[in-house]
């Protein structure tokens, strides 16, 4: 079959999203594709869009977007306490990291202050008000986890996770947990 890509948007994107969409290749070789619903990937994405966005509104109400809520939370937990291990911890560069935590302490929740130990190394540390908002953003992300996996029973929830956990960790392994204080 000849798809003629000149036909309605509506009908061409039926066709594209269809089990198995026939495909007349130059040559007239004809190969069957896989369509777009048959990827595991295009509902993982569409699973991580959708927690992602409605996550992001709930943020937004308090001024923070999901990133910075990554490492605000991320320090308030004691996860990690620099740059460089919050950057590990997340998985980001630190570059990144420097850009959201200039952003967090230009909101007044987060501060960089000297190490102790070694006067080139600044530690983050939450102000109050990083303290008091944290707790808050938490809520909001265990209301968001559970508006979305609310079909799923615990143990369910559980095994997704480790499951996701183990495809990650199969195509990118996990960086080492931050030392502890």
Request: net charge neutral.
């Amino acid at each position: 079959m000849f798809i003629n890509w000149s036909m309605p948007e509506r009908t061409r994107a039926q066709c594209c999203l269809d089990n198995s969409c026939p495909v007349t290749h130059a040559g007239g070789v004809t190969a069957s594709t896989s369509g777009l619903r048959d990827h595991l990937g295009y509902w993982l994405r569409r699973l991580s869009d959708e927690v992602h966005s409605r996550f992001e509104r709930e943020l937004a109400k308090h001024g923070v977007t999901v990133s910075q809520w990554a490492v605000l939370i991320t320090v308030h937990r004691g996860d990690a306490i620099t740059t460089r291990e919050v950057a590990r911890y997340l998985d980001i560069d630190a570059g990144a990291v420097s850009r959201l935590v200039d952003r967090l302490a230009a909101k007044e929740l987060m501060t960089r202050e000297p190490d102790p130990a070694s006067r080139r190394t600044l530690r983050l540390a939450l102000t109050d008000t990083g303290r008091d908002l944290a707790p808050r953003l938490a809520e909001i992300a265990d209301r968001n986890d559970a508006h979305f996996f609310a079909g799923l029973d615990p143990v369910q929830r559980r095994q997704l996770e480790d499951w996701i956990r183990r495809l990650i960790g199969e195509a990118h392994p996990e960086p080492p947990a931050p030392p502890t204080p």
